[in-house]
């Protein structure tokens, strides 16, 4: 099964896929999509369209998306609310069964705990997936998020959407 990870952001939208066969892991790639214009619309409509050129190309199975978590700042969480829509809507599009997965959930699957620093999942995303070169921090969050996938969303025709405490 393919996977396709996103961790979604308005200026930059990490993107990963990862090859998965039961328990084993392979990295496949990994990239960033940063947003062009100069008003919302544009760079979501950019955004969009290079997702739609990741799918092209990769050909994933399932997609996997970082849930928004609500900050102190409501206009970018907002703003982040936007690009993950736009995500959402590409990956629908595409007919691609979509999981969502709390940071902290990610986190947790990939480095053990919850509140983990972006290093240290960029170590654990390296060590999962030998030969894997994350192109940014993004990035080495996106290929986390569909490593989360593979061991809670990886049955086929499944649809897992993790409830919020």
Not at 93 to 117: D, I, S
Not at 130 to 136: T, V
Request: a neutral charge; one cysteine or more.
């Amino acid at each position: 099964m393919r996977i396709l990870g996103i961790d979604p952001g308005l200026r930059t939208l990490g993107w990963g896929v990862i090859d998965s066969e039961g328990s084993r892991l392979r990295h496949v790639s990994n990239g960033l999509c940063k947003s062009d214009g100069d008003d919302l619309g544009e760079r979501l409509l950019s955004i969009h369209n290079q997702v739609v050129e990741v799918i092209a190309e990769f050909a994933p199975d399932q997609a996997a998306i970082e849930q928004t978590f609500v900050n102190k700042d409501g206009a970018g969480t907002l703003k982040l609310g936007q690009a993950r829509g736009v995500a959402l809507l590409t990956l629908a599009q595409a007919g691609l069964p979509v999981g969502e997965y709390a940071p902290n959930r990610v986190k947790k699957t990939v480095v053990g705990v919850g509140h983990a620093e972006k290093e240290q999942v960029l170590h654990m995303v390296k060590l999962q997936l030998p030969g894997c070169e994350p192109k940014g921090a993004d990035a080495a969050d996106a290929l986390a998020i569909a490593i989360c996938h593979a061991y809670y969303g990886g049955a086929p025709s499944l649809r897992m959407k993790e409830v919020r405490a």
